[in-house]
């Protein structure tokens, strides 16, 4: 990869980190779709599965448990997944 395809990767990625956590002003915007056509193996939402993980772990804990008919509803999801995941 030479200096120039570095240097706009390196700039796309800080852009989509920013994009991530902030809204860009019009000028970065475009400067990142522009920088995101040049390489297609990223998108704009590259960094908000990260972003939300960060999120959720800083998040303070809950005091109040679930109700108990979503708790059930969502273990059951689980096992369902697991086990379609499997086959």
């Given at each position: ?5 570095e240097r706009s ?5 800080q852009l989509l980190?920013?994009?991530a956590t902030e ?65």
């Open positions: 990869m030479n200096s120039n395809t990767k390196e700039r796309m990625l980190a920013d994009h809204v860009l002003d019009s000028t970065s915007a475009t400067e990142l779709a522009e920088l995101l056509s040049l390489h297609p193996e990223y998108d704009e939402s590259y960094f908000e599965p990260a972003v939300a993980a960060i999120d959720l772990a800083l998040m303070p804990p809950s005091s109040e448990p679930l109700p108990e008919g979503l708790r059930d509803r969502i273990l059951l999801d689980g096992r369902r997944f697991l086990e379609t995941d499997e086959d």
